[in-house]
C-alpha cells in the first residue's frame, strides 16, 4: 500500500519560515520523482517544486523560486520542502506527489500517488 504522508504545516507571519516533509512508503523511493504542489481556497491546484529520483534534477514554480529549497533524503524516504520568506499568497494545502522516472515533473498529471496534504497558512 502506496502512502504519502505529508508533515510540518502550519500558522506562520508573512516573512516567517517553514518545513514540510513528506515520509513515502510502499514505493521504491530511490526510482521515484518527488513534487509539491498546493492548492489554495478557490483556485486550482498548482506546482511547486520537483526533484528527479537522484536529486540532481530540481524544478521551481517561479513564484518560489529563491525563496523554497526541494530536498531529499533517499535513505529516509523523505522528500522536504523547506519554505522561507512566506508571504499570505503562499496560504493553501500542499501535497506531496511522487511517479517512477528520474526527471523533476512539474505537472500534476504526471503524478501517480499522492499525500493527503498540509496546511500552510501565512499571516499578514
Known amino acids: 500500500q502506496v502512502q504519502l504522508v505529508e508533515s510540518g504545516g502550519g500558522l506562520v507571519q508573512a516573512g516567517g519560515s517553514l518545513t514540510l516533509s513528506c515520509a513515502a512508503s510502499g514505493i521504491p523511493f530511490t526510482l521515484n520523482a518527488m513534487g509539491w504542489f498546493r492548492q489554495a481556497p478557490g483556485k486550482e491546484r498548482e506546482f511547486v517544486a520537483a526533484?528527479?529520483?537522484?536529486?540532481?534534477?530540481?524544478y521551481y514554480a517561479d513564484s518560489v523560486k529563491g525563496r523554497f529549497t526541494i530536498s531529499r533524503d533517499n535513505a529516509k524516504n523523505t522528500v522536504d520542502l523547506q519554505m522561507n520568506s512566506l508571504k499570505p499568497e503562499d496560504t493553501a494545502v500542499y501535497y506531496c506527489?511522487?511517479?517512477?522516472?528520474?526527471?523533476?515533473?512539474?505537472?500534476?498529471?504526471?503524478?501517480?500517488?499522492w499525500g493527503q496534504g498540509t496546511q500552510v497558512t501565512v499571516s499578514s
Open positions: 526533484i528527479s529520483w537522484s536529486g540532481a534534477i530540481l
Open positions: 506527489a511522487a511517479r517512477r522516472g528520474n526527471y523533476a515533473y512539474t505537472r500534476d498529471y504526471e503524478y501517480e500517488y
